[in-house]
């Protein structure tokens, strides 16, 4: 598997790039990570609705990916793995269990557990510490290959989820590792290690 590190990158940008790779992985490229984070944006997957943005004054785009509206900004780490499912029984739904697992070891790694989709409902996907949710996941697949991902909130930023209800949830609900460990981290080869294993 190829792996980019696009570091801080336009989420437009960055979007263009996965269309054009998962494209080629359709053609039988080598399976794709992306590793990035974004300046400050919130996406409209195809379950938003106009209650999902209570006050959001910044960017929006509406994207392919499941999910409500998502904030994308520069303390996260995200990864995009654009893989054939194909080849993976065609099982979208262990997939997405399987990037939760990348998230829950690589925070396992900092001495905190974590657990995906407590209650076993669309609306729980993603990683929680506690009650508190601590990674974001939402996948479109196009012909079997993958797209869009997984966003780990790794730098505390208060403003990040203010005016959303990201994943269909109050601000409230979303944390960081600074915010649990009281300290800066850097997890993302961690995390692009974890995720290789998908």
């Keep these: 598997m190829e792996i980019k590190r696009l570091g801080l990158i336009d989420y437009r940008q960055a979007y263009k790039i996965q269309e ?28 938003s609705s106009d209650a999902d943005l209570t006050g959001w004054s910044g960017e929006t785009l509406k994207v392919s990916r499941g999910g409500k509206a998502t904030y994308h900004g520069p303390g996260q780490v995200i990864l995009y793995p654009i893989i054939n499912l194909a080849k993976r029984n065609n099982d979208i739904h262990k997939y997405v269990r399987d990037l939760e697992l990348a998230c829950i070891n690589t925070l396992k790694e900092l001495g905190i557990n974590a657990i995906g989709n407590p ?5 729980t996907t993603g990683v929680w510490v506690g009650e508190k949710k601590i990674a974001s996941i939402g996948v479109a697949v196009k012909r079997w290959v993958t797209y869009h991902g997984i966003a780990l909130n790794v730098h505390h930023d208060p403003l990040a ?15 960081s590792l600074e915010e649990i460990l009281g300290k800066k981290v850097d997890c993302q080869e961690s995390f692009i290690n974890y995720a290789l294993q998908v």
């Design 161 to 175: 989820f203010s005016g959303i209800n990201p994943c269909g949830f109050s601000t409230s609900t979303m944390t």
């Design 20 to 47: 054009a790779m998962r494209d080629e992985v359709i053609s039988g490229a080598p399976e794709k990570l992306i590793a990035c984070s974004h300046n400050p944006i919130v996406t409209l997957g195809r379950q």
């Design 119 to 123: 209650d076993g409902t669309e609306k």
